[in-house]
Each structure stands twice: as structure tokens, then as C-alpha cells.
């Protein structure tokens, strides 16, 4: 994600189109967290997104994790207006990495819910 979010604003940014963006980090506390996603979401980043997925955010900290978990992310879901799913098994851990296949056609199937986010696992 701080790969990402660092691009802004320059030519080679990523602008992401009708897809779904996934995004996951390493070592970035709550505070740095909040700021990309801030910034993303106010240069407009996810507008044309149809949904957004989280994958790992590896964190030493267990007070770190829960900063991220119970209030970055919360409070970033309730200001989109697609759909956040979080906690996808997907991305950098803790002695393993799995890979999410990228510019893949997919179809993500929701349901019928009053949220517009999810928790996985």
C-alpha cells in the first residue's frame, strides 16, 4: 500500500479502473495506515474501484493490529461507498506468502447485508 499511495500524484501512478483493488503492508502502524487511505480516498483513488479488499497488515505490535483493525479500518469503511472486505488470507505472513492472481476477471458476490463491510475468516 505505502507503494502505492507514494505514486500519487505523479505520472506513473496507478489509476485504478472498474476493478477491485487489493491492498496489504508491512510494518506500517495505525497512524500511517489511516494517512494513505486518507489520501487515497481524498485524490479521488477509489472512485472508480467496485470494491476494495485488505489483505495482511503485519504488525509486531498486538495493541498495532488492533489500532488498525478496530478503528483505521472501520472508520475508512464507513467513509466508501463500495464494498471493503478484510482480512483476506492473501499477501505477506508470518512464514508464508500467498499470492492473489492480479488483472484476473472475477465476480464478487456479496449478498444482501446492511453493511458495506466484511470480515473474513
Given at each position: 500500500?505505502?507503494?502505492?499511495?507514494?505514486?500519487?500524484?505523479?505520472?506513473?501512478?496507478?489509476?485504478?479502473?472498474?476493478?477491485?483493488?487489493?491492498l496489504e503492508d508491512i510494518?506500517?502502524?495505525?497512524?500511517?495506515?489511516?494517512?494513505?487511505?486518507?489520501?487515497?480516498?481524498?485524490?479521488?483513488?477509489?472512485?472508480?474501484?467496485?470494491?476494495?479488499?485488505?489483505?495482511?497488515?503485519?504488525?509486531?505490535?498486538?495493541?498495532?493490529?488492533?489500532?488498525?483493525?478496530?478503528?483505521?479500518?472501520?472508520?475508512?469503511?464507513?467513509?466508501?461507498?463500495?464494498?471493503?472486505?478484510?482480512?483476506?488470507?492473501?499477501?505477506?505472513?508470518?512464514?508464508?506468502?500467498?499470492?492473489?492472481?492480479?488483472?484476473?476477471?472475477?465476480?464478487?458476490?456479496?449478498?444482501?447485508?446492511?453493511?458495506?463491510?466484511?470480515?473474513?475468516?
Amino acid at each position: 500500500m505505502a507503494v502505492l499511495q507514494s505514486g500519487l500524484g505523479t505520472p506513473s501512478a496507478l489509476r485504478p479502473k472498474g476493478g477491485i483493488l487489493f491492498l496489504e503492508d508491512i510494518g506500517e502502524r495505525p497512524h500511517r495506515v489511516d494517512r494513505m487511505l486518507t489520501q487515497m480516498r481524498q485524490a479521488g483513488w477509489f472512485e472508480h474501484c467496485r470494491a476494495v479488499l485488505l489483505g495482511n497488515f503485519l504488525l509486531e505490535s498486538a495493541k498495532d493490529r488492533r489500532g488498525i483493525w478496530q478503528d483505521v479500518i472501520p472508520r475508512f469503511a464507513s467513509e466508501l461507498k463500495i464494498p471493503l472486505l478484510a482480512g483476506m488470507p492473501v499477501g505477506h505472513g508470518d512464514g508464508w506468502q500467498r499470492t492473489l492472481p492480479l488483472n484476473t476477471p472475477c465476480r464478487l458476490r456479496l449478498g444482501e447485508t446492511q453493511s458495506w463491510w466484511w470480515r473474513v475468516g
